[in-house]
T-cell receptor
């Protein structure tokens, strides 16, 4: 069985500071890992994914994530946070063949001016 | 290219009724997945269809069913509604059936069961 943990329900950062949203996973075999963002009253939007290759992946809106196989982590990062980054962020792991995605419980990011 | 569309956006039903939700994927996408989102349970996987075949099913009772049509549009049905079925139901489409494909989500259907 696969699982995803986002240990922080809430992350607060000041605008201009770096941000990190944490994610750890458990899956048999090689993982496909994703980050999605959800703005109020809207569906989820794809940010970035790790499939294979370089452990640092870059995505939309200046976000990046670092895959760490030994720590089974896939933390989302951004060098300089914007107020508009405030949203709910989900980490997800997907089986290599099947269509089932397992999502974390989400982390609410609040960026204050 | 149009995104994933879901209809209706809002629904209010009473216990015992049934409901059908519709999802139109992005043009060319053949995989459609459904999720239930609630504040307490987060995002829970319901099922996934590819080329009109259900490939995966989550841990939901048989009251939850779905299907996919030849044009990739999908419907989800919930029979004998319960109060606990109140949730945001999200549909997501992806290009292929491989796990490396990112999903594109619709805005959801907000179902309220009274």
């Amino acid at each position: 069985a696969q699982s995803v943990a986002q240990p922080e329900d809430q992350v607060n950062v000041a605008e201009g500071n770096p941000l990190t949203v944490k994610c750890t996973y458990s899956v048999s075999g090689n993982p496909y890992l994703f980050w999605y963002v959800q703005y109020p009253n809207r569906g989820l939007q794809f940010l970035l994914k790790y499939i294979t290759g370089d452990n640092l992946v870059k995505g939309s809106y200046g976000f990046e994530a670092e895959f760490n196989k030994s720590q089974t982590s896939f933390h989302l990062k951004k060098p300089s946070a914007l107020v508009s980054d405030s949203a709910l962020y989900f980490c997800a792991v997907r089986d290599t063949n099947a269509g089932k995605s397992t999502f974390g419980d989400g982390t609410t990011l609040t960026v204050k001016p | 290219k149009a995104g994933v569309t879901q209809t209706p956006r809002y629904l209010i039903k009473t216990r015992g009724q049934q409901v059908t939700l519709s999802c139109s994927p992005i043009s060319g996408h053949r995989s459609v997945s459904w999720y239930q989102q609630t504040p307490g349970q987060g995002l829970q996987f319901l099922f996934e269809y590819f080329s009109e075949t259900q490939r995966n099913k989550g841990n939901f009772p048989g009251r939850f069913s779905g299907r996919q049509f030849s044009n990739s549009r999908s419907e989800m049905n919930v029979s004998t509604l319960e109060l606990g079925d109140s949730a945001l139901y999200l549909c997501a489409s992806s290009l292929g059936q491989g796990g490396d494909n990112e999903q594109f989500f619709g805005p959801g259907t907000r179902l309220t069961v009274l």
